[in-house]
Nanobody, 114 residues
Framework: QVQLVEFGGGLVQPGGSLRLSCAAS???????MGWYRQAPGKQREFVAL???????DYANSVKGRFTISRDDAKNTVYLQMNSLKPQDTAVYYC?????????WGQGTQVDVSS
């Protein structure tokens, strides 16, 4: 069972930046890692993905503003979020996939408000 713990959420003004981190309890070098988010009253949605080979993909709503990266030596994946908008407000969840199994973190709250 892979444990994922997110860090870095908080309150930020529109236009600001935050960096989320997700620490895994096991080696992630063979895992696809991603971020999802869930806003109040909405379904959880895909934000970004980075494969174990380093290929990344993003939701259209965050392209050009968010960057996903990974440090396999630290078993950590990051989400750099720039030019934040109020509609980015959500609980952000780390996601890992390997061998057909999926794992989720407990989530970290991001609030974008003035």
């Amino acid at each position: 069972q892979v444990q994922l713990v997110e860090f870095g959420g908080g309150l930020v003004q529109p236009g600001g930046s935050l960096r989320l981190s997700c620490a895994a309890s096991e080696n992630i070098f063979k895992m696809h890692m991603g971020w999802y988010r869930q806003a109040p009253g909405k379904q959880r949605e895909f934000v970004a993905l980075i494969t174990f080979e380093g290929t990344s993909d993003y939701a259209n709503s965050v392209k050009g503003r968010f960057t996903i990266s990974r440090d396999d030596a630290k078993n950590t994946v990051y989400l750099q979020m720039n030019s934040l908008k109020p509609q980015d407000t959500a609980v952000y969840y780390c996601h890992a996939m390997m061998g057909g199994l999926a794992y989720w973190g407990q989530g970290t709250q991001v609030d974008v408000s003035s």
